[in-house]
């Protein structure tokens, strides 16, 4: 192998590493950011914070359908 070939593969096995990171951090924010969306419409629909509220404000709302 080259050395050029060398660096090369290095790179890109350092550009898919970061890749796979970034995407991980992605889903989970955007998780976080669903799950609290669903928190605050089932706050404000019916007043409190609470498995119940959660489910209902899923079944409810359709913003929250399209987020999902």
């Given at each position: 192998m080259?050395?050029t070939?060398?660096?090369?593969?290095?790179n890109v096995?350092?550009?898919r590493?970061?890749a796979?990171?970034?995407?991980?951090?992605?889903?989970?924010?955007?998780s976080v950011?669903l799950?609290?969306?669903?928190?605050?419409?089932?706050y404000?629909?019916?007043?409190e914070?609470?498995?119940e509220?959660?489910i209902n404000?899923?079944k409810?709302?359709?913003?929250?359908?399209?987020?999902?």
């Amino acid at each position: 192998m080259t050395p050029t070939s060398e660096s090369l593969s290095k790179n890109v096995s350092l550009l898919r590493a970061s890749a796979s990171k970034h995407a991980i951090v992605g889903v989970v924010v955007s998780s976080v950011a669903l799950v609290a969306a669903t928190m605050l419409s089932g706050y404000f629909l019916f007043g409190e914070v609470s498995l119940e509220a959660f489910i209902n404000a899923q079944k409810t709302n359709a913003v929250l359908w399209v987020l999902d």
